[in-house]
């Protein structure tokens, strides 16, 4: 077997050339191995993890298997997500697109961030990030955001950050053997065109996954 036939494959152009989407204050970047350890940090705070169907984070190897699978699932187009990046705390969080409809050209957009960080501004700005990104760059028409309906945290900042509140979804999201209820918000293109999100300078660069691109 010759030399060419061992070598690894080159990464496709997608992950040669990552997204970064850069705001005034913060960044989104792929997670990377070396960030495990952060993660573990940020998401072992039960408070943090409350209202998922995961978590809180015990052991390194969690965050180590989070962070090798999104790869995969950014090329089969089933999770884009990124750390959000303080340029003096390092990663305080996580944002992203999921439940990707590319024929429809919506998304479901998701974050959470260490406790230090809330009520910081920071969601606000990440939002202001990552709809540039799906509404701008990928294409989008319209993105969905869940809440516990006993959130009210959450559901807060979505609505403070423009998101529209269109009403509850009972029994939507299983977490072990109980069922949640969910208050769902949207947000479509021209609603984004008009709010003081898409106010805010973003610049994206490096190369989106193809299976994201819906336009």
Known sequence: MSSADTAAAPAPPHEADPLVVTGPGLALRYATAADAPR??????????????????????????????????????????????????????????????????????????????WWGSGVNRESKALVTALAFRRLGMDRLTAWANTRNGRSQVALERAGFRREGVLRAWHRHGDTLHDVVVFGMTRPQWERSPLAAVPVEVTGTPPPAFLTR
């Open 39 to 116: 993660l573990l940090e940020l998401a072992s705070d039960p408070a943090v993890t409350r209202w998922f169907s995961w978590g809180p984070y015990s052991a390194l190897d969690q965050p180590q298997a989070y962070i090798a699978a999104l790869a995969g699932k950014r090329a089969h187009g089933e999770l884009l997500e990124f750390l959000v990046v303080h340029p003096d705390d390092g990663p305080v969080g996580v944002t992203g697109l999921s439940e990707l409809a590319a024929r429809d050209r919506r998304a479901t957009v998701g974050s959470w961030f260490g406790q230090a």
